[in-house]
């Protein structure tokens, strides 16, 4: 845990989407300070159908990402929505320039047909970035709602629209 005004915050490993500084002013209104990390033991999965990744252990990989520090527990609350009942937030240690213990979401479903190959930061960043920052911006909207949707609702909802019109689910 580090300090944020006065208050315990969280540390938290990100490897795909909230890596992107936009996801996550869009989400938390602010960006956290960051510092890069490597996570070892974990592979770095696509998902079919899906423009965000996964982790899941597999003893031997490496995955590289970011370590938000001092996140809050309304912000943490935030990220443990948007991430949905598809993740479990887990305590790992990751690398920096030290060795830290922080969280990350894990998929939950390590058997999942979906999984496969490896997903990249920056090919998503050049295809997927500008919807999936607008999706997130919609997922919010949504969940002022009566019957707020689930962030995997709302990214259904949006993404089979785009591929609709021509641009195909898992285009990263």
Known sequence: ?????????????????????EVVKVLLNRVPDSVSAVLSGFHRFRLKGR????IL????GEVTGKVLKGITDDELKMLDEFEDVEYDRNAVQVDTSEKLQVQTYVW???????????????????HDKEGFVTATKKFLEDRK?????????????????DSENGKPLDSC
């Open 145 to 161: 709602l009566p019957e707020a949707k689930t962030r995997m609702d709302t990214f259904r909802t949006f993404f089979k629209q």
């Open 108 to 126: 939950k479903n390590k058997h999942d047909p979906d999984l496969y190959g490896e997903w990249d930061f920056e090919e998503w960043k050049r």
């Open 57 to 60: 252990p597999d003893g031997t």
């Open 1 to 21: 845990m580090s300090m944020l005004s006065g208050k315990a915050g969280h540390d938290l490993f990100v490897y795909g989407s909230l890596q992107e500084s």
């Open 51 to 54: 423009v965000y990744p996964t």
